[in-house]
């Protein structure tokens, strides 16, 4: 009933910059906190960047500063702002969404997108 899209992975150089976006849609009530993690091969999956309903944003020391996160609430979209990327940024970036969703009214539920590849080489 809800899902996440993801778009704007790929291939950069480093001192590039991408765009992610991350879109929701179904049955939505409201969305509270959104996210983007990523999961380099061989790793587990870390928080990069978050952002609250009101607007507030916390990031991960490895990323602050060439980070941007961002939402939109009127189109359920959430965005990450990639700049100076660096090899080791090169994973695959999921988007996070906590959702109150018409089927069920007494609690949230975590919804992640599909994944999408940023790979960082010259």
């Known amino acids: 009933q809800v899902q996440l899209v993801e778009s704007g992975g790929g291939l950069v150089q480093p001192g590039g910059s991408l765009r992610l976006s991350c879109a929701a849609s179904?049955?939505?009530?409201?969305?509270?906190?959104m996210g983007w993690y990523r999961q380099a091969p061989g790793k587990q999956r870390e928080l990069v960047a978050g952002?609250?309903?009101?607007?507030?944003?916390n990031y991960a020391d490895s990323v602050e500063g060439r980070f941007t996160i961002s939402r939109d609430n009127a189109k359920n979209t959430v965005y990450l702002q990639m700049n100076s990327l660096k090899p080791e940024d090169t994973a695959v970036y999921y988007c996070?969404?906590?959702?109150?969703?018409?089927?069920?009214?007494?609690?949230?539920?975590?919804?992640w997108g599909q994944g999408s590849q940023v790979t960082v080489s010259s």
């Open positions: 952002i609250t309903s009101a607007g507030s944003t």
């Open positions: 179904g049955s939505i009530v409201s969305i509270y906190a």
């Open positions: 996070n969404a906590e959702i109150l969703q018409m089927s069920d009214l007494r609690r949230m539920y975590d919804y």
